[in-house]
C-alpha cells in the first residue's frame, strides 16, 4: 500500500459507492471499512475449501476481479458499480480481515 494518507469510509451501500466514486476521481486512495459480520463471510468466499482448522485470514491484493468477485457477497452487491471507474483508473485492490476492510489505491 502506498504512503499517501487513505480516506476512511464507513460501508453503507450506495452512499458509500458515491463518495469512493468522487474520491477516485481525484486519484484518492481510500479503505472501505466492512461491517464485522462480513469477516467470515469474506474468508469463506475466498478460500471456499478451506480447512476449518485454518486461522481465517484474508490478505489478497488485484485488480477489479477482487471487486466482482466481493459483489458476489449478499449486503455487497453494489460493489459493482465501483468496477469500471477501478478498470479505468488502473487503481489496484487490497482485501483483508479479520477487520474486513477493501483498500483501493493509486
Not at 469474506?42 to 482448522?53: E, G, I, K, M, V
Request: net charge negative; charged share 20%.
Amino acid at each position: 500500500m502506498q504512503s499517501s494518507v487513505n480516506k476512511q469510509l464507513i460501508w453503507n451501500g450506495m452512499e458509500t459507492i458515491h463518495s469512493a466514486k468522487q474520491l477516485l476521481r481525484e486519484h484518492r486512495n481510500i479503505v472501505l471499512k466492512l461491517p464485522p459480520d462480513f469477516h467470515h463471510t469474506l474468508f469463506s468466499h475466498f478460500h471456499p475449501d478451506a480447512n476449518p482448522r485454518q486461522v481465517d485470514k484474508v490478505d489478497t491484493s488485484g485488480g477489479p476481479e477482487l471487486l466482482e468477485k466481493i459483489s458476489e457477497i449478499r449486503g455487497l452487491e453494489e460493489i459493482t458499480h465501483l468496477i469500471p471507474l477501478i478498470t479505468e483508473t488502473g487503481a489496484k485492490i487490497h482485501v483483508i480481515s479479520p477487520s474486513p476492510s477493501i483498500e483501493i489505491y493509486f
